[in-house]
């Protein structure tokens, strides 16, 4: 059974870093694209950015293009997402899930983590 595990979040000054991992077990993750997504009390859930399993250049919301980077290590399971400049509307519960592909349908996204809360707050 392929599980996801979010860690990282917490609470952080505005400006400030905090970097997510995101851990795979049970499936390998070679073979998959993984997405961040990130959902914020009342909004709907929205796609931060994603690594493919392939070359490619991740693409970003528009929102922390500059800001955020994702980034992988197949050989350590694991994704991370190294968020600067942090600003109170990223405020959100941050989750990572896994696909064949980045533009997976909503439906097509295989594994779900259980979602690391981020707070930005002064």
């Known amino acids: 059974q392929g599980q996801l595990v979010e860690s990282g979040g917490g609470l952080v000054q505005p400006g400030g870093p905090l970097r997510l991992s995101c851990v795979a077990s049970?499936?390998?993750?070679?073979?998959?694209?993984i997405g961040w997504f990130r959902q914020a009390p009342g909004k709907e859930r929205e796609g931060v950015s994603c690594?493919?399993?392939?070359?490619?250049?991740?693409p970003y919301a528009d929102s922390v293009k500059g800001r955020f980077t994702i980034s992988r290590d197949n050989a350590k399971k694991t994704v991370w997402l190294q968020m600067n400049s942090l600003k109170p509307e990223d405020t959100a519960v941050y989750y990572c899930?896994?696909?064949?592909?980045?533009?997976?349908?909503?439906?097509?996204?295989?594994?779900w983590g259980q979602g690391t809360q981020v707070t930005v707050s002064s």
């Open positions: 690594i493919s399993s392939s070359d490619g250049s991740p």
């Open positions: 049970g499936f390998t993750l070679d073979y998959y694209a």
């Open positions: 899930a896994a696909a064949f592909k980045c533009n997976s349908a909503s439906g097509d996204w295989d594994y």
